[in-house]
């Protein structure tokens, strides 16, 4: 099981500093604290926008689901396979983030949605009420990539159909931010290949989209990078 009873788990001085008390977990009877196993967090989501910007009610089935909240309860982290080394989880409980899209399980604790995700599927911390260029700190190896916008013509000239333009797939742009890379057998860091200001392609259909500052961002992994220039 990804959460389990305080009382099953043995705690040390990595364990998280706040646990999550419940009575009921998906309709099921449960006794005391609950807290994530190893590098698994959960996550209260923020609750859903109701309506747009402009004061537009929006319906119950338009209503975009979140992907983002805040860390409540977090497992002390999870061993290397290899070395035995523990490798901290990369957030903590107070800890605002957004994940990926298709990532982690939703759960239902005492009638409120709750996210149980691995770290490893935590796209960035931000500070404030969203995130933005400027509050926001990427994880592990993760890049933020700005899109380059549809080409108006080609290199011959010839101007590009409106239709064409729709089916566009983003594949390059600039990246703005960087994670700090991913953590070997020893727990130290492996910088990235890559700066902030430098080009890169990536690969179809790889990442996750995400808006700050009214800008489209692709948030991706480095291993989906195939090239970068300055």
């Known amino acids: 099981s990804l959460l389990l009873p305080v009382t099953a788990v043995g705690f040390h001085a990595r364990a998280p500093m706040r646990m999550v008390s419940a009575s009921v977990i998906n309709g099921v009877s449960v006794k005391g604290n609950l807290v994530p196993d190893q590098n698994f967090v959960l996550v209260k989501l923020r609750k859903a926008d109701e309506q747009t910007e402009t004061g537009f009610v929006l319906p119950t089935q338009a209503q975009e689901k979140p992907r983002d909240g805040e860390v409540v309860a977090a497992g002390p982290g999870k061993r290397d396979p290899e070395t035995g080394v523990l490798l901290p989880t990369e957030v903590k409980p107070g800890d605002k983030i957004v994940y990926g899209e298709y990532d982690g399980t939703r759960v239902v604790v005492d009638g409120e949605d709750y996210q149980v995700l691995e770290d490893r ?42 239709s064409a333009k729709q ?64």
Do not use: C, H
Request: negative net charge.
């Open 167 to 230: 089916n566009w797939v983003p594949q390059d742009g600039q990246v703005v931010a960087v994670g700090p890379g991913l953590r070997n057998g020893q727990g130290e860091r492996i910088p990235l290949g890559i700066s902030v200001g430098e080009y890169a392609r990536f690969r179809d259909y790889v990442g996750n989209d995400i808006e700050m500052d009214g800008e489209e961002y692709r948030v991706v992994r480095m291993s989906e990078i195939v090239a970068k220039w300055q």
């Open 121 to 162: 599927n935590i796209l960035l911390i931000y500070e404030g009420d969203k995130p933005t260029i400027t509050n926001a700190r990427l994880l592990e190896d993760r890049v933020a990539i700005r899109l380059n916008p549809p080409l108006q013509e080609t290199l011959r000239g010839v101007l590009i159909a409106e």
